[in-house]
């Protein structure tokens, strides 16, 4: 038995993981659980908890057990069984910020409609976003519904909820051609040049991009894999994830320009003048080929970061606006300049590896002002 780093005993199955928050396992016939707290207490009484229930294959607290308790066993027990391991960190994470700090401590059966119209009210009140209160709702509706699945409860107090209005999300514009060029140009001097430039000629999603090894590229027959992503969760930090769906993994003919900086930066990686193989790596990261200098995965935030400097540079020495932008701009702009040449939806749906034909099209529905008056200007009404 290990301490935390106030020198108290952990007790047996516990450690404290990196975010001084602590983590409770064990295992019940080939099967291992674990639960989360934010103190030794917490998570000592959830593994007691926890683990009774599942030896005697009913709840610890009584019928109705508490959302906490439900929680950690429903996840434990039943949704990781079919979702990924990124997944259930998200989950946790979620929960653990938005749902049990009001209603943790409740029973399953003493959280009404009214709760959680309220809890879905102040979230959207604190400026959280969609994606974070649709989760949230989506976490919610899933835990009660096994809940009366198996004659916890009789009814699904998430089904009688209404959320609130949905804030409107500005959309992320694509570079014209103009912006592109300027941008490459400004970004030159930048160690990270070479991934913004291959976000530019495959559309790549920067996770992508990150865990692509090159074992994945194969220049010869000019094209490339998609076969990961990179994730980042508190439990397990910084790891290689499979693809965002099945659609994701997709093949990627390499165009010339993108052979020949992909052929630049191996011969720079062997000849060590660029970051390679001469660190430790992670789990199936090696041979990565856009290593940090540590030889791990780039940051999503060290990508941020130097965009936003770039950008800054542009409109303070460039003497023009430059429009605000991310790593995922150059996935949009690429979709754009492939919409723009012509190509056919559904040859892009595969290049991007949109899982719906719709979202694809949603695409089609957004181009450029200046490729909307050109093809205005095609077309002819012999009437008039």
């Given at each position: ?178 912006e592109q060029e300027i941008f490459l140009d400004y970004a030159r001097k930048s160690p990270y040049f070479p991934i913004y430039s291959l976000a530019l000629f495959t559309g790549m999603r920067v996770g992508e991009l990150r865990a692509l090894r090159w074992c994945d590229v ?41 052979i020949n900086l992909l052929e630049d930066l191996q011969n720079k990686q062997l000849h060590g003048e660029s970051p390679g193989n001469e660190h430790p790596q992670l789990e199936d990261m090696e041979s990565l080929v856009f290593p940090s200098r540590t030889g791990k995965p ?87």
């Amino acid at each position: 038995m290990g301490k935390d780093q106030k020198g108290r005993e952990l007790g047996r199955g516990i450690i404290q993981l990196p975010n001084k928050s602590y983590q409770g396992r064990f295992t019940f016939q080939g099967k291992r659980y674990a639960v989360y707290h934010r103190t030794l207490t917490g998570v000592t009484e959830k593994l007691r908890n926890t683990r009774y229930e599942i030896e005697h294959g009913a709840p610890g607290m009584g019928s109705t057990p508490s959302l906490d308790f439900w929680f950690d066993l429903w996840l434990n027990k039943y949704k990781s069984l079919s979702v990924k391991q990124g997944t259930v960190d998200t989950y946790h994470n979620y929960y653990a910020n938005y749902l049990s700090p009001s209603l943790g401590q409740r029973k399953l059966a003493d959280i009404s409609p009214y709760n959680l119209q309220q809890l879905f009210y102040d979230l959207r009140q604190s400026g959280y976003s969609n994606n974070t209160v649709h989760l949230c709702y989506t976490l919610l509706n899933s835990l009660f519904k096994q809940a009366c699945r198996l004659n916890l409860l009789q009814n699904n107090p998430v089904q009688k909820l209404e959320l609130p209005r949905q804030r409107s999300a500005p959309r992320q514009q694509a570079l014209s051609r103009t912006e592109q060029e300027i941008f490459l140009d400004y970004a030159r001097k930048s160690p990270y040049f070479p991934i913004y430039s291959l976000a530019l000629f495959t559309g790549m999603r920067v996770g992508e991009l990150r865990a692509l090894r090159w074992c994945d590229v194969d220049l010869s027959n000019a094209c490339l894999m998609v076969t990961g992503t990179i994730k980042y969760t508190k439990q397990r930090g910084c790891f290689r994830d499979s693809p965002k769906t099945a659609s994701s993994y997709r093949k990627i003919p390499l165009l010339p320009k993108a052979i020949n900086l992909l052929e630049d930066l191996q011969n720079k990686q062997l000849h060590g003048e660029s970051p390679g193989n001469e660190h430790p790596q992670l789990e199936d990261m090696e041979s990565l080929v856009f290593p940090s200098r540590t030889g791990k995965p780039l940051c999503h935030g060290v990508l941020n970061a130097d965009i936003n400097k770039i950008v800054t540079r542009i409109n303070e020495k460039a003497g023009i606006p430059f429009p605000p932008m991310t790593p995922h701009t150059l996935r949009h702009t690429f979709s754009t300049r492939c919409m723009e040449s012509g190509m056919a939806p559904k040859v892009l749906q595969s290049i991007l590896g949109h899982q719906n034909f719709s979202t694809t099209m949603d695409l089609y529905s957004h181009v450029l002002p200046d490729q909307k008056k050109a093809e205005m200007k095609k077309l002819r009404f012999g009437y008039l």
